[in-house]
């Protein structure tokens, strides 16, 4: 694939009020397919368009601003395409011998060209999002964190969020309606506010269900955060440890040592440590 050099020049601002320095550049487009962003045998395998960038404004004055530009592209080692201040007065001139409605013209084409490449991308978007609702028909995700599980692979804290969000756009509507019709959500219990349960560093037993699961590494290796649900009393237990104890909706008894009662946000827990399963639903 030939090397692309970016060329400085010198154009017109949007309000035809200053000249401004601009540098030419190329977007590579990978297309579809595991190769799109390969370069085989020389040749890149997506579409490359051809573009230009504001690098900054330099005068109003087309002598001075070509003397800026000349300074500034000398400073970063690179060439001035424009070949001097009589060039950039010309098209100055130009510019300003347009007529309103050739302006109007062109906007009107430039407004068409985005539409039509916004109706484009759309139909392109709304396609992909047909296949993967269809992947998911046949119950295997093709997109986002899941990518490639089965629809019975998906955590259950994942099938808790579908249920509970009610901000979805219709494409995510579309996916909460397959996947709730293949799995079950849980109703969970909704903790008391400012309840606490047990006493600090004594230990004891607890029947609870998992109401919210998060992992993530820390210091000591791959860590965990459970929130769960006393069911006898509707207190919330929290443990921050690095064992697997269960899934958002599992029912279990646990035994564990009351760290402490804290807050968070408004709400009262009750902090658990040394947790043991001793019976899982």
Known sequence: MKKFTPEYFIGVGETNAYYTLRVTAQLHIPSDGPDGNSVINGVYQGTILETDYYVRNLSQDANEAYTKAVKICNNLGR??????????????????????????????????????????????????????????????????????NTVDELPQSYIQWLGEANDFDSFMSCVRDIILAKRDYISLPTPKKNLYIGEPKKRDTYNVQIIKAIGYDG??????????????????????????????????????????????QGQAQTVVQRIAVQEAA
Do not use: W
């Open 79 to 148: 060439n001035l395409r424009t070949n001097g201040p009589e060039h950039i007065a010309d098209e100055m001139r130009e510019i300003k011998k347009r007529t309103a409605d050739e302006m109007e013209a062109a906007r009107i084409k430039a407004d068409a060209l985005a539409a039509e490449r916004h109706e484009a991308m759309m139909s392109e978007q709304a396609r992909k999002q047909a296949e993967m609702l269809c992947s998911l028909e046949n119950g295997i995700v093709s997109f986002g964190k899941y990518k490639n």
């Open 219 to 264: 210091y000591y290796g791959y860590q965990r955060i459970y929130q769960m649900v006393d069911l006898a009393t509707k207190a919330l237990l929290v443990s921050f440890t690095g064992s697997f104890l269960g899934e958002v909706g599992d029912v279990m008894t646990i035994k564990a040592t009351v760290k402490g009662h804290d807050e968070y």
